[in-house]
């Protein structure tokens, strides 16, 4: 049977059928839909871990119980796991593990485009590369194979063009496996990686490095597809169907394993072929391998190293270069157009956070921020954001400007999932080496940006299951932070206060701006679009400066100013009432002076309803 | 278009438009009609009242790039008027774009950088890149036929008839994706979207 399925939902396919007992991920454009889709399969257990080194280890532990199973995340999402990977490498396990690393060339949701292939070179840890979705589906119990064959972790890379694009695939049946123990090993020469032990495993890991290089000679996730021989094409992931369709007389040898890669295959496609390219998006991977083995490509030469690959750039790369291209590439009319606003993405009409960064940017204050919706605080006319590395970065950046001396008071804005997932410890070492800084975090009850997924703080988890509920503030006083104040996100003149009152210490301190994300579906329900008095508006603008996508320009200008007046568009309005505070003077009102307003009207006719109803 | 010719697809919009739910049907009409078809979207922070972009391409033999090329789309459908005049150099001379009578003015407009553009460019610039443009008021469609939501399958109903295939083969792949209480609303949209082409 075939189905219609995204790279990300054939990945969940296809460990459902290669038998997974345990899977574990922290949400993150491009990878999120992994784990929610297999999370719909039965026999699974499957989890939001609070960060991707804990669903690393998560998987670890399960692997090492003698079950089959899977972390995923988005690519920078290994680099917060990179200890767990590496000491993943050096054990190996008693069941098969894979690691799924979703990479996100042209950066569409991330902050780099660093190539996870390095990773497994790095750290010594066999990698495979889909192409499309049947290879989503497909590379997943191949992996599982690889891993137990040879007692190691294996990096399944995917980048967001596998991920989120759909094709046909054939599906498969589960394959149930008894567990490979039933007690924890005790085996601590290869568990406990004490210098002693680690000593013995790095040359057996070597070994191992050079058995997988042999085994990719002879694999299936390999092959050579013979064509013209004028040119050859050495290509992987998705890259392989830009090959295949912009360059379709070329030979190919599509890696489906792009480390370690079978060097005497290598050789015989290169000896069988006139040029040989090396096509492949992002760093130079295979490239460099194959000028290491002294043969001649060319690659990094013809198509970019920057930015993602797409059937346009490749057509008009390899006709610059002399390849023989399917067409020649289309000299797209210069078309004479106005000039077009840009229309960046911002925080949504009625996210709590608008409110926050409306009182930072008032405050001319200094703040660091992480990674989340709340990242788009930077954006004019807001601009209140200042710095944004990675998650958790914030806190311990606004933290060293603090104790470097900086004249100024530091804020660091989080939002309560990058909290649990690295601010905590950062807030510990603010509490623990006494930074006067402020952290705010933006308590939204949801992971917002990757899809409203659950978290530590919402009380549910990933299957919607009751869960304990890690309370913000008695954890924060735990820390020993002693100045700790909550306050409603929506709320304009407490928000101020709670501010001052906090600042006014020179000490760390913690805001809690809580409000649901207005996405939220059961707070979509209670939308209620507010109206703007055209009478009393007098186009000063000042609502047109919090950045609100509901609030628009009128075509009626004001009479005295000449300016246009304010207009709310009834579709995309919350009710947060953020402009209706801000308003000086009264053309917002709020829901409660609607209703007053029309509770004082003269009633023009009377409404009966039928008794019981 | 003639019966089994490839085809390829650009959706363009702005984040929560429903451009995903379009390009999931294009990609399901396209495999019942026998096709092997691809589809291709993004995610994340787009989402966020950006513009975006999907891809859906039918291929009779095989499809490799899940992308469509820059002047490759047979058939651009934009859900939004400043980005069918941002995405206008996808479609192919000698394709169609399939234009909602949507503004949606972005942040950028209101904070007093830059100016939407007027209607009168769509047909200029579209004439420069050689398409036929099919405007269509999804909107006002969606809403005769009872619910404004319905403006993606008007949207549908207008590119279904630009292809040689059955109204039929359309319809039962529109009909599995909306909700089942809203079916004859939807029904209605389709068929309102088909006819607003036909009297182009």
């Known amino acids: ?613 | 278009m003639r019966a089994h010719d490839p085809v390829n697809f650009v959706l363009v919009g702005v984040g929560g438009q429903g451009t995903l739910l379009a390009s999931t049907i294009l990609a399901e009409v396209g495999l019942a009609a026998g096709y092997d078809v691809k589809k291709s979207e993004v995610h994340g922070m787009a989402q966020r009242g950006g513009s975006v972009l999907s891809h859906v391409r039918w291929h009779p033999q095989h499809v490799f790039s899940p992308i469509v090329g820059m002047a490759e789309a047979d058939i651009l459908l934009c859900f939004e008027k400043l980005e069918a005049l941002r995405f206008a150099e996808y479609v192919r001379p000698g394709g169609a774009a399939v234009v909602n009578d949507m503004a949606i003015v972005p942040i950028t407009v209101s904070a007093g950088a830059g100016t939407y553009p007027g209607d009168e460019h769509l047909a200029e610039v579209f004439k420069a890149v050689g398409a036929k443009l099919v405007v269509v008021p999804g909107e006002k469609l969606a809403q005769e036929a009872g619910n404004v939501k319905a403006a993606n399958v008007a949207l549908l109903g207008a590119v279904s008839h630009l292809l040689p295939l059955p109204e039929e083969t359309w319809w039962e792949c529109v009909k599995q994706r909306v909700p089942a209480k809203f079916l004859e609303v939807n029904r209605k949209a389709f068929a309102a979207g088909r006819a607003a082409v036909k009297q182009v």
Request: net charge negative; glycine share 8%.
């Open chain 1, 1 to 613: 049977m075939k189905r219609v399925l995204s790279g990300n939902e054939a990945v969940a396919r296809g460990s459902w059928e290669a038998g997974v007992k345990v899977a574990a991920a922290y949400p993150g454009t491009p990878s999120t839909e992994i784990l929610e889709e297999l999370a719909r399969f039965p026999h699974v257990y499957c989890e939001w871990s609070t960060n991707e080194k804990v669903a690393v280890d998560v998987a670890m532990g399960a692997a090492y119980a003698g079950r089959r199973a899977l972390a995923a995340m988005k690519h920078v999402g290994l680099n917060v796991a990179a200890d767990s990977f590496f000491y993943a490498s050096s054990t190996g396990a008693e069941a098969g593990v894979v690691i799924v690393s979703a990479d996100d060339p042209a950066m569409h949701s991330s902050q780099n485009e660093q190539d996870n292939r390095r990773f497994a070179q790095f750290a010594r840890v066999p990698c495979l590369e889909p192409s499309d979705s049947q290879e989503c589906k497909d590379f997943v119990p191949a992996a599982f194979e690889l891993s137990e064959l040879f007692d190691t972790p294996v990096l399944l890379r995917t980048t967001t063009r596998t991920n989120h694009s759909s094709g046909p695939v054939e599906l498969g049946e589960r394959i149930e496996r008894p567990p490979r123990r039933d007690k924890f090993p005790r085996n601590p020469e290869k568990y406990v990686m004490i210098p002693g032990n680690a000593r013995r495993r790095h040359p057996i890991v070597e070994q191992r490095v050079r058995d997988l290089a042999a085994w990719a000679e002879k694999s299936s996730l390999n092959r050579i597809e013979w064509r013209d021989r004028a040119v050859g094409v050495i290509t992987a992931g998705v890259a392989y169907q830009y090959a295949r369709e912009v360059l379709p007389d070329a030979s190919v040898l599509k890696l489906g394993m792009v480390y370690p890669l079978p060097e005497q295959l290598i050789r015989t496609f290169a000896a069988g072929v006139g040029r040989l390219i090396v096509l492949e998006e992002l760093d130079p991977v295979i490239e460099d391998e194959v000028h290491l083995l002294g043969i001649a490509c060319e690659g990094k030469t013809i198509f970019p190293l920057c930015g993602e690959l797409d059937p346009t750039v490749v057509r008009r790369s390899a006709a610059a270069a002399g390849l023989p291209v399917d067409r020649p590439p289309v000299l797209v009319a210069e078309v004479a157009k106005p000039e077009l606003p840009a229309r960046p993405p911002v925080l949504c009409a009625g996210c709590p956070h608008r409110g926050v960064f409306q009182l930072l940017s008032k405050k001319k204050v200094a703040v660091t921020g992480d990674i989340g919706c709340y990242t788009l605080g930077l954006l004019p006319p807001l601009s209140a954001i200042h710095t944004c590395g990675c998650m958790g970065a914030g806190i311990g950046v606004a933290h060293g400007a603090a104790q470097a001396g900086i004249g100024e008071r530091m804020v660091a804005v989080i939002g309560d999932s990058t909290f649990y997932h690295t601010g905590l410890p950062a807030l510990a070492n603010v509490a623990y080496n006494k930074a006067n800084v402020l952290t705010i975090i933006l308590d939204n009850r949801t992971t917002a940006m990757t899809g409203h997924q659950a978290n530590p703080g919402t009380g549910l988890t990933l299957q919607h299951q009751r869960a304990e509920v890690i309370e913000l503030e008695p954890l924060v006083r735990a820390l020993g932070i002693h100045h700790v104040a909550t306050v409603d996100a929506y709320d304009v003149e407490h928000l101020e206060q709670a501010y001052k009152e906090l600042m006014a210490h020179n000490e760390p301190a913690v805001l809690v701006a809580r409000r649901d994300c207005a996405l939220l579906p059961e707070i979509r329900k209670r939308w209620v679009p507010l109206e703007v008095i055209e009478e009393k508006c007098t186009g000063c603008g000042i609502c047109f400066r919090i950045g609100c996508p509901a609030i628009l320009k009128s075509d009626e200008l004001d009479e005295n100013s000449g300016k246009p007046l304010a207009l709310i568009d009834a579709e995309m309005c919350t009710g947060c009432e953020l402009c209706s505070q801000l308003c000086p003077h009264g053309a917002i009102p709020t829901r409660d002076q609607m209703r007053l307003a029309e509770e004082h009207q003269p009633a023009s006719c009377t409404v009966v309803t039928p008794e019981g109803s």
